[in-house]
């Protein structure tokens, strides 16, 4: 079991018996690690996707030559691995779905005693296929795609969105955002962005909030969540709607689309998950569709929706997880993959995997699928060392 899936059973137990969470737990895991989810209507909805995300880049892609091409469209490769790379130098991707890059975080201490959660983002640039550090973001996200990312500089929260071409790597346009954004997100089809805005920095931790943690003190995050910014990324218009959001756990608390792209979801520390709103952020019911999708599993719905990746579900020895009914609950089957990460398409995942009897955080990106025990590596295995800053944590698009 890793530390998510720690964190996860903590939360689902302090909902049971109604103890709460100490301070800015689920803050730190999830500033520590934000995989992109690929959310995906269906397969057919693939092309549309993409078709969108093309349009970004129109300048670029009419030319017709081959130079212009995305490294992503270049090579059709239903498996692109490099099980020799740790982080990954070379494009990874597996059916639909492309690797878009990866990030590392650390606390940075401040003069004041306060520390910031502070990422450092390497994105695949489409014109060589190669994933290259990039230090001036603080938040990025990848339209369906691969060619664009929607990326926030400085300390958040951020006065404007950024619309980064991964072809050229410039900035394409920027969007103001007049209350400050510390997350952002595209839609399944690429078409608007959700910027979450706050108050404070929810990745910083401040020392003038400070708890004792054991032998020590610790300077805490704030909750400071104000709204959302819904944009229109084809005209960059967007109108801000208040959404306000104080909780003692968690200062992040973004709001992304859910899988259809018809609403928008956030993710809750404790019972039942995930809260749905409409988008101008009036909350609604959880749609049947949606209704036993586990918010801590990075891989969601299948393509199709029929299928909901969940949380690790081994026993002994056994390096497995399970796949469920959205709409019932039920376990359909076990898959062996330690966490899920994303849908290759309706049969596939990408999981991270481990070999059993080694350690469980000796971890490498797998291609896994579903009624098979057939595993094929994309990365090597991963170690704390990997990456000056941290582990490399990926983001997924599709392609």
């Known amino acids: ?10 939360f689902r137990e302090q909902a049971a018996d109604g103890t709460p969470a100490p301070p800015g737990l689920a803050d730190r895991v999830l500033a520590a690690r934000r995989s992109r989810r690929t959310r995906r209507v ?14 970004v880049a129109v300048p670029l892609l009419d030319t017709g030559k081959d ?24 494009l990874i991707a597996a059916g639909d779905t492309a690797l878009a890059g990866f990030s590392t ?5 401040q003069p004041n005693k306060d520390e910031i959660i502070t990422r450092t983002y390497t994105l695949l640039n489409q014109k060589t296929g190669k994933y290259v550090k990039d230090p001036r973001w603080s938040f990025v996200d990848i339209a369906p795609g691969g060619l664009t990312a929607a990326v926030l500089e400085g300390e958040l929260p951020a006065k404007r969105v950024g619309l980064l071409n991964l072809m050229t790597g410039k900035v394409d346009r920027w969007v103001p955002v007049g209350q400050g ?13 959700v910027a979450t ?4 920095n929810p990745d910083r931790l401040f020392w003038s909030h400070r708890i004792p943690v054991n032998d020590s003190i610790e300077p805490q995050s ?7 910014t819904l944009i229109d990324v084809g005209s960059g218009k967007g109108k801000w709607h208040k959404a306000p959001y104080k909780s003692q756990m968690n200062a992040r608390s973004d709001f992304e689309f859910n899988h259809d792209g018809t609403l928008l979801v956030e993710r809750y520390e404790m019972a039942p998950g995930s809260i749905y709103h409409d988008l101008q952020g009036k909350k609604v019911a959880t749609p049947r569709a949606e209704k036993y999708v586990d918010p801590w599993v990075e891989a969601g ?7 909901a990746a969940g949380g690790f579900a081994g026993e002994g020895k056994e390096i497995a997880s399970r796949l469920t009914d959205p709409v019932t609950g039920k376990q359909i089957t076990k898959v062996p993959g330690q966490q899920l990460l994303a849908w290759a398409d309706n049969k596939r995942l990408i999981a991270w995997g481990i070999t059993p009897g080694t350690n469980e955080y000796r971890q490498q990106l797998v291609l896994i699928t579903i009624g098979s025990h057939k595993i094929v590596p994309l990365s090597d295995f991963r170690t704390p060392k990997d990456y000056t800053g941290g582990r490399w944590e990926p983001l997924f698009t599709t392609r």
């Open 1 to 10: 079991m890793n530390v998510d899936e720690l964190v996860r059973d903590t």
């Open 42 to 55: 269906a397969l057919a909805a693939v092309g549309t996707a993409a078709a969108v995300a093309v349009a």
């Open 67 to 90: 130079e212009a091409r995305p490294a992503t469209r270049m090579n059709r490769s239903d498996i692109i691995a490099h099980p020799d790379q740790s982080p990954p130098r070379d």
């Open 105 to 109: 975080s650390k606390r940075v201490k």
């Open 181 to 193: 954004a510390a997350g952002a997100y595209f839609s399944p089809d690429g078409t608007k962005l």
């Open 197 to 200: 805005t706050y108050a404070k």
């Open 222 to 228: 704030v909750a400071s969540r104000t709204g959302f």
């Open 301 to 307: 719905l299948s393509p199709d929706g029929k299928i």
